[in-house]
């Protein structure tokens, strides 16, 4: 692709859409983009934002085509529980698995069937007991050195005094950790950090002037509730949802041919550093999650599949030499790539053995580029996939909306615009898809995704 200059995204034809049509609408290849008064935060997916979340459309497709009130269904790379909310609304059994301690918590909090009027009376008592900021700070991470930098006293000692507040209420460990994800959700916002980038980023010459912290959560805490409310009224009887903490996409911990579907959106290449992106709630959750200090947290930034700097290094996987070229990334960033596909590889071959034969696996991946080139990451994943028994049935992309970047990276790093949904199913093909193109967008020239 080098040397091909990239078109604006705006040229790409896209048909607009409500919600994804049935499978059998859909051409391979197909290109959509949801219209944009179609809702992506009802009931919990709201709660809280985590980086590069994908829409619940998705999933929601997925369970709807694939799926049936008595599926076991598996996220292998559950983020903040988009997967889980959905499927809890139509019953079975929902798996998520995830090395990230802060998503697990996220998740936990999205789908627990916690009793919104216990929250509402709560909030009240919470209301009642939380009148002043801590008179001493205390960084909430000890080893965080200048923690000003993120919060000014002000806000700093209303948003401790709020914590303590939560953790000293007498209530279960189901409404305190809905409690504190609602008190987590609006960290970013009552911080110095800018509320648009994905990065904990405060600005030296934007300087952002944070609003009250007793105004903000109450807010929050009232949207979270009328969510919870509405999950709660429409959740499935018969559905289940299971967070395990012991397990990862490539060590699931499920039986072989034990789960009907997957759904997931992975880390992408080359992207997202979840922990680094939401540094700020790991500072005064971390302790509360089994990340003590500054330490714990560097070291969990290396445990994710896509890590820039991964614990474990690896080679590309022979199977992709040749088709796969990582020369137009910069050298520090080869090694994690090559890591990356063959975390991908031993996935791949996980997922296919707990999945029964003929289950379909729904895998939506974005084509990581810069202005100088792009990998074609659907391609090398598909690839993988067939090696380990997961077929390409069908195909679609579709437009991202919301991409939280206010301050362009000028192509030093990968920005994706066009997420693709593969469609795997395992067992033999049932017939030759045709290869996916092969879209080179960008925005255009000083575009601000809100």
């Known amino acids: 692709m080098t040397g091909r200059r990239p078109a604006a995204i705006d040229t790409v034809r896209f048909d607009e859409v409500e919600a994804f049509p ?53 996220d292998p790379f559950l983020g903040s529980g988009t997967t889980l909310v959905e499927a809890v609304l139509r019953g079975g059994t929902s798996i998520g698995v995830d090395v990230d301690p802060l998503a697990r918590f996220i998740a936990r909090a999205k789908v627990t069937a916690v009793d919104h009027e216990r929250i509402t009376a709560l909030a ?44 000293a209420l007498d209530c279960s460990d189901d409404e305190r950790a809905f409690l504190l994800v609602v008190f987590s959700s609006t960290l970013r916002w009552v911080s110095n950090a800018d509320d648009q980038s994905q990065k904990t980023y405060v600005s030296g010459t934007l300087a952002k002037t944070a609003p009250a912290v007793p105004a903000t959560f109450d807010r929050f805490l009232r949207r979270a509730v009328d969510g919870l409310a509405d999950l709660n009224r429409k959740r499935h009887s018969e559905s289940v949802a299971v967070i395990p903490d012991d397990a990862d996409a490539t060590r699931l911990g499920l039986g072989p041919e034990t789960v009907d579907l997957a759904v997931t959106s992975p880390p992408y290449l080359d992207s997202v550093d979840y922990p680094y992106n939401m540094m700020l709630e790991y500072f005064w959750l971390g302790p509360l999650l089994g990340v003590p200090d500054r330490k714990s947290f560097n070291a969990l930034r290396r445990r994710p599949i896509g890590a820039k700097n991964p614990l474990d290094r690896f080679g590309l996987p022979p199977s992709l030499a040749g088709s796969v070229t990582l020369d137009a990334m910069p050298p520090a960033r080869r090694a994690a790539a090559a890591t990356y596909f063959t ?80 469609v795997f199913r395992k067992g033999p093909p049932a017939g030759t898809p045709g290869a996916l193109p092969r879209h080179w967008v960008t925005l255009a020239p000083g575009a601000v995704a809100h």
């Open 22 to 74: 049935p499978l059998a609408d859909i051409e391979h290849g197909q290109l959509f983009a949801l219209s944009l008064s179609t809702s992506t935060t009802g009931f919990t997916h709201g709660l809280h934002r985590f980086a590069a979340k994908f829409v619940p459309q998705v999933p929601a497709w997925a369970l709807d085509t694939f799926g049936s009130r008595t599926s076991v269904v598996l």
């Open 343 to 422: 975390l991908m590889e031993h996935h791949f071959s996980e997922a296919a053995r707990v999945l029964r034969p003929g289950a379909r696996y729904a895998f939506v991946v974005g084509n990581s580029q810069t202005l100088v080139d792009m990998v074609p990451l659907h391609d090398a994943l598909i690839g993988l996939a067939a090696a380990a028994g997961l077929t390409l049935e069908r195909a679609f992309g579709y437009r991202i909306r919301r991409h939280y970047m206010k301050f362009p990276r000028n192509g030093r790093g990968g920005i994706i615009l066009i997420d693709w949904v593969l």
């Open 124 to 167: 009240g008592e919470l209301s009642a007991r939380w009148r002043a900021p801590s008179a001493t700070l205390e960084r909430p991470m000890p080893d965080v050195a200048r923690f000003g930098h993120w919060f000014g006293p002000a806000q700093w000692g209303w948003v401790q005094s709020l914590r303590d507040t939560i953790l």
